[in-house]
């Protein structure tokens, strides 16, 4: 299981505890947590961005998707996943997935718009059923 560690502005930060810790979390904050449940594909990159960033009033640009989050830890492993620890709101989660195929050098982009991730938190296990069209 891999675990990231990132400050940044209010708007986010990844924990480096697991959500089964028993608390911790501060008040409007909640877990975020991918599971890699592609098979023989690693996720090489995972992007979260807030439904209505305040930053970008008319909308995002297009191909805008802020930092990839585990990109210090490395791949996601099959099997493995990541938490992370965000404000509650509404999100949209970009994961890219390679596969470990030397026949399949493409990329495949997972995304899940409107994310409503409350105190309860949100788990999502990507599989290929996810894959963008």
């Known amino acids: 299981m891999k675990w990231a560690l990132f400050v940044l502005p209010a708007l986010f930060a990844a924990c480096a505890s697991p959500p089964d810790d028993g ?3 501060e ?50 492993e099959p099997g493995e996943e990541i938490t992370f620890e965000v404000e509650q709101d509404l999100y949209d989660v970009r994961c890219i997935s390679l596969s470990r195929h030397p026949g399949d050098p493409d990329r495949h982009y997972h995304t899940r718009y409107g994310a409503d991730i409350t105190q309860d938190g949100y788990t999502w296990e990507v599989t290929r059923d996810d894959e963008d069209e």
């Open 23 to 25: 608390g911790g979390l």
């Open 27 to 76: 008040p409007g904050m909640a877990y975020l947590n991918i599971i890699n449940d592609l098979g023989w594909y690693d996720i090489t990159a995972v992007y979260y961005r807030l439904v209505n960033d305040p930053r970008f009033p008319d909308g995002y640009p297009e191909s805008y998707w802020d930092v990839n989050r585990i990109y210090h830890e490395g791949p996601l």
